[in-house]
């Protein structure tokens, strides 16, 4: 099983949080876009871009934020923030 905690912040503040499960055959790169895809659903939120710093981190920690800098629509929150919990 695939599981991926997305949550949102404010002053160091979580306000909105989702755990997003895949249990499909497919690559993790697959399952990883359809999380972000669920959660910005979810969140009522348009699809963030994934700039070089962003990827970077996400591959080295499994986690990753996307600021303002990420969406081309404006935020109301400080950083959405997506982290692995469960991989296969």
């Not at 979580?14 to 359809?34: A, G």
């Not at 080295?60 to 959405?80: C, G, M, Q, V, W």
Request: hydrophobic letters at 40%.
């Amino acid at each position: 099983m695939f599981r991926l905690w997305a949550r949102t912040f404010q002053d160091n503040h979580m306000l909105q949080d989702t755990v997003i499960c895949d249990e499909s055959d497919d690559t993790r790169t697959h399952k990883v876009f359809r999380a972000i895809e669920e959660i910005c659903y979810q969140f009522d939120l348009g699809k963030p871009i994934w700039l070089d710093s962003t990827i970077a981190d996400f591959k080295k920690h499994d986690k990753a934020r996307f600021t303002a800098d990420n969406f081309i629509e404006s935020i109301d929150f400080d950083y959405l923030e997506i982290q692995v919990i469960e991989e296969d």
